[in-house]
């Protein structure tokens, strides 16, 4: 038990600090990014540097979601045994 409670803190930790990492990805579809060029090119222009990292929070969410799921089965199927 206490090693499965170390193991999830350790991961949890683990998440948290990449989370806080500066990413320097582009993860922008192809509708996001005309969007933001043809955003870029117009004089009222709103400043679309957050974009990214919106997108990239996007696509953590359900990543997430399936390991915990993951993690709740294992854990329920371990003390099945």
Known sequence: MKRSFFAGLLVMLLGS?????????HAQCSLCSS????ARTEKDAQ????????ILYLM??????????????????QQRK
């Open 47 to 54: 400043d679309f540097s957050g974009l990214n990292t919106g």
């Open 17 to 25: 600090l990449l989370s806080l990492m500066p990413l320097t990805t």
């Open 35 to 38: 969007q933001v060029e043809s």
């Open 60 to 77: 953590t969410i359900p990543y997430l979601l399936v390991g915990a799921v993951g993690f709740f089965w294992y854990r329920h199927s």
